[in-house]
């Protein structure tokens, strides 16, 4: 028999990360209660707050309300002064926590956590047998938690970088063009692009109802529904199969896949519907997570915020959809360029990076 000698410093090391792991993680339900409830937003707006005054502006119960604040002031969420015994929310905590505009926003994130904690009975046994879990049968709040969650990438960069990457594309926009938006969600980028080139026209698809039901609210009451149309349609249809009879070949001049490529079942027939549809000189815009193409690559708090939400929605979406890709959050530009060239775009490339996002321009 052998024995394998333990470093009784690095056990303790390793322990007390998990721990500090452990805490931050736990009190992400309280910050998820602090977004649902609207007391991050009671923070921003009344500096120097105690329990009791938060509990009367929020109408909520002043002894949760005095746990809750200690445990943010604990997590370092907001700063407590001894001396007067009040919390504050400082600004640049706000712009992270109370501001769904703020390019720093991540209050969402706390929602997306909420969402999936819900589905774990059903995250357990789809990893047990396999099986797929389609958006629809996801916790409802997940549809908006995700939309929260990319909105700080598009308003930040989308019209800022990522259009200015590509080659001709805002000219054409401008001229007045046509755009699909597949995978389109709640609609978020749709509509931006929609606000910024009004000679252009927008249509976006979705397979889920719910999330075509707001986008079209959205557009309605931003006043784009006469340029902006939101239809349910599974991205991996065959022209065949499509439910629009004005969704012919060679009518568009932009198809985009924002953030929506990986979750696709059949990501390579997508494309390959994509590149048949498009007008000549047309252009495939496909936004996808930073990733490397190795795992070494990814080890860090970027490749561990996709690897997580990956593991428990994108995978799992994919493994539901015909074709069963699951080419995951990470799948880093080789095996994504090699989907587009199995698709007929020899041509494809990285036009563009951010933080947290590979941009690929593809072309007809």
């Not at 009344?46 to 002031?73: F, I, K, M, V």
Request: some cysteine; aromatic content about 10%.
């Amino acid at each position: 028999m052998t024995t394998t000698t333990i470093d009784f410093d690095r056990v303790q090391e390793f322990a007390t990360k998990v721990a500090g792991d452990q805490a931050v993680a736990a009190n992400a339900l309280l910050a998820y209660l602090g977004d649902r409830l609207g007391l991050w937003r009671a923070l921003a707006a009344t500096p120097r707050t105690t329990s009791a005054d938060l509990a009367a502006q929020t109408g909520l119960a002043e002894r949760y309300l005095r746990e809750w604040l200690a445990a943010q002031a604990a997590a370092g969420y907001v700063e407590y002064d001894p001396a007067t015994r009040t919390y504050t929310l400082p600004a640049e905590y706000a712009a992270v926590f109370a501001d769904d505009d703020s390019p720093a926003s991540l209050a969402g994130v706390f929602e997306f956590i909420a969402a999936t904690w819900a589905s774990s009975d059903r995250l357990a046994h789809a990893f047990a047998t396999g099986e797929g879990i389609a958006w629809h049968e996801q916790d409802p709040r997940l549809t908006t938690a995700v939309e929260r969650n990319f909105r700080p990438f598009y308003t930040g960069y989308l019209l800022q970088e990522w259009l200015p990457a590509l080659d001709g594309v805002e000219d054409r926009l401008r001229a007045g063009a046509r755009v699909l938006d597949v995978g389109c969600g709640l609609g978020t980028a749709t509509l931006l692009l929609a606000e910024a080139f009004p000679a252009s026209v927008f249509t976006g698809v979705d397979a889920d109802t719910e999330s075509i039901r707001r986008a079209r609210t959205a557009a309605a009451s931003r006043g784009l529904a006469d340029r902006v149309t939101f239809r349910e349609a599974y991205a991996g249809a065959s022209p065949d199969d499509r439910q629009d009879e004005e969704e012919t070949e060679g009518e568009w001049d932009l198809v985009c896949f924002f953030d929506a490529l990986h979750d696709l079942g059949d990501p390579v027939g997508a494309l390959r519907q994509a590149r048949a549809s498009l007008a000549p000189g047309g252009t495939l815009l496909a936004v996808e997570p930073f990733a490397g193409d190795r795992v070494e690559e990814n080890l860090n708090p970027v490749g561990l915020t996709w690897y997580v939400s990956s593991a428990l929605v994108c995978v799992p979406n994919s493994l539901a959809q015909p074709g069963g890709a699951a080419l995951g959050a990470q799948a880093g530009p080789e095996r994504l360029l090699a989907a587009f060239r199995a698709a007929g775009f020899p041509q494809a490339r990285i036009a563009a990076t951010s933080p947290f996002n590979l941009v690929i321009e593809a072309r007809a």
